[in-house]
Antibody, heavy 119, light 112 residues
């Protein structure tokens, strides 16, 4: 069964750091590009970052560029998001999502992990 | 960035009746490879989003055939032929043609 499981969320102070993980199973992780997407409480979806299957190509949304770093470990079937210099407005549920092959979208989503940035 | 504009933002519907959501992009979503990467997602209350439609009109596996997508260029539509109770939730369009990928604001479908 194809599954994405995020972890690492929690409460962090403004200016602090947090590292999210997304462990995948049920498919060959190294064959797929991956993404992080977030949803602030009561708000819509915001794409944050993309990493290609090999890790050689990475994109970020302007809202997190320079503060967040996406990475992956294909041997560990895991995707990561290192979040530094966090702001109150980073409070959201963070989802990892698989890039559907040649479909330009996200075909599998995790259950999400909540990040709260507050003093 | 490509702005995705959905309408309406709220859609009360009667069970068994059709529903339609519009999504317009600020620029053409036709990719240089000839494909149009327009997706539709459903988010039921308390759940993660689920993709329904990719490349304008292709249904994902397991998606009921009462859901259909159409459109081209900058104008797209998601239709539900006969709304069922399980269709309640938020619906988002998303473009995958241009970077950064962008979502519409979401349309809330509820039962009258």
């Amino acid at each position: 069964q194809v599954q994405l499981v995020e972890s690492g969320g929690g409460l962090v102070k403004p200016g602090g750091s947090l590292r999210l993980s997304c462990e995948v199973s049920g498919f060959t992780f190294s064959d797929y590009h991956m993404n992080w997407i977030r949803q602030a409480p009561g708000k819509g979806l915001e794409w944050l970052s993309y990493i290609s299957s090999s890790g050689s190509t990475i994109y970020y949304a302007d809202s997190v560029k320079g503060r967040f770093t996406i990475s992956r470990d294909n041997a560990q079937n895991s995707l990561y998001l290192q979040m530094n210099s966090q702001r109150v407005e980073d409070t959201a549920v963070y989802y990892c999502a698989r890039d559907g092959r040649w479909s330009g979208g996200f075909d599998i989503w995790g259950q999400g992990t909540m990040v709260t940035v507050s003093s | 960035d490509v702005v995705m504009t959905q309408s309406p933002l709220s859609l009360p519907v009667t069970l068994g009746q059709p529903a339609s959501i519009s999504c317009r992009s600020s620029q053409s979503l036709v990719h240089s490879d000839g494909n149009t990467y327009l997706n539709w997602f459903q988010q039921r209350p308390g759940q993660s989003p689920r993709r329904l439609i990719y490349k304008v009109s292709n249904r994902d596996s397991g998606v009921p055939d009462r859901f259909s997508g159409s459109g081209s260029g900058t104008d797209f539509t998601l239709k539900i032929s006969r709304v069922e109770a399980e269709d309640v939730g938020l619906y988002y369009c998303m473009q995958g043609t241009h970077w950064p990928r962008t979502f519409g604001q979401g349309t809330k479908v509820e039962i009258k």
